[in-house]
């Protein structure tokens, strides 16, 4: 039997062209793209696509498109083996994060790609991070898939979706995994890295859905203001905040600071530390100046990147599940996305 991959094309560079009139590139839809890959039929694969109408730039994508894609791989679930997902680079692990937690016991791959350069043209990436993502989607070992997550593959390098964060914007190497090996390294072959990938899950998968948007990410710089905090917190309906500290989960230790984060605390907003840095851990507590936050009531985001952090607190707030458990679920490894 042929493996079956469901394409499920977002939009994103890989399928843009360039505006006449401005030069502005916006995204075309999938039949021209597949014109471009005459490859794909040479693959040996039963391939089907999807197709956004209209295709969108990533930075239009969000939790309801988010749901169309956890739908799609949802009702097609038994008829395909893996599925790719074309999607722009700019939030492209915010997504990919995002599906990670929405869904539970996924066991076939969820792969997304895109390109920094649209696949019309000559120098595109294109044409090879989708056709190694599509490998990717149908490889299997012993009749089981190798890779059962949510994953981003680009540059050679596949990363799990939850652990990757775009880096650069013009360099074909846009992403990267600071706190979690690769999954996968594509060179003449493709090598799998099976002691980092997880194992198949045992139940059935169940897609959550109901994302609360009422979060906020609050970056901290030298010189943040009282007054902008205070009214960050006193939000209507805030329910979800997500600090970036310092270093291992440092904040200035004036104390109004603390007190109006203790404040937020006690009006049932949840509070979730996690790093500026690219890579290491938060440590609460091990400086003075992460002290006051612990004694406040905030949570370690431990060595979570921004885009797990903020998606994983908008799907479990939307789960309406206690404060205490949301809370410990926060707190623990739920996909891959946190080493404790
Ligand atoms: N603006 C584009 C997008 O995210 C960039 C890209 O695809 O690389 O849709």
Excluded at 66 to 85: H, L, M, P, Q
Excluded at 298 to 327: C, F, W
């Amino acid at each position: 039997m042929k493996p079956s991959i469901l394409i499920i094309y977002t939009g994103g560079t890989i399928g843009m062209t360039e505006s006449p009139e401005n030069g502005a590139l916006s995204p075309v839809n999938f039949d021209q793209l597949s014109q471009e890959l005459s490859q794909l039929l040479k693959f040996g694969f039963n391939i089907t696509s999807i197709s956004f109408d209209p295709p969108l730039d990533s930075s239009n994508i969000a939790p309801e498109q988010w749901k169309k894609i956890a739908r799609i791989i949802e009702s097609n679930y038994t008829k395909f083996d893996g599925f790719v997902v074309l999607h722009g680079t700019d939030t492209m692990a915010y997504t990919a994060s995002a599906l990670s937690f929405m869904f539970e016991n996924l066991s076939k791959p969820v792969i997304f790609t895109g390109s920094q350069l649209p696949i019309g043209m000559l120098r595109t990436d294109g044409k090879e991070n989708l056709l190694s993502a599509i490998e990717i989607a149908a490889a299997q070992r012993n009749g089981k898939p190798i890779v059962p997550e949510v994953c981003i593959y680009f540059n050679s390098m596949l990363f799990r979706g939850n652990r990757t964060t775009k880096i650069d914007s013009q360099q074909f190497k846009a992403f990267d995994s600071k706190n979690y090996p690769p999954l996968a390294k594509a060179g003449v072959d493709i090598s799998y890295y099976h002691e980092f990938i997880s194992p198949l899950p045992a139940g059935t998968i169940k897609v959550k859905s109901q994302i609360d948007t009422h979060v906020v990410l609050v970056k901290i710089f030298p010189g943040i203001n009282k007054v902008i905090l205070e009214s960050i917190i006193s939000i209507e309906g805030l329910r979800g905040l997500v600090l970036e500290t310092f270093g291992s989960g440092n904040v200035p230790g004036d104390p109004w600071f603390a007190q109006l984060i203790k404040r937020a605390v006690l009006k049932g907003i949840t509070v979730l530390n996690i790093s500026q840095c690219a890579g290491g851990s938060v440590k609460m507590g091990r400086y003075e100046t992460s002290r006051n936050l612990l004694d406040a009531g905030v949570l370690s985001g431990y060595d979570m990147t921004t885009e797990a952090a903020i998606t994983k607190m908008m799907i479990l707030l939307g789960q309406n599940r206690h404060p205490e458990e949301i809370k410990k679920m926060l707190n623990k490894n739920l996909r891959g996305e946190i080493t404790l």
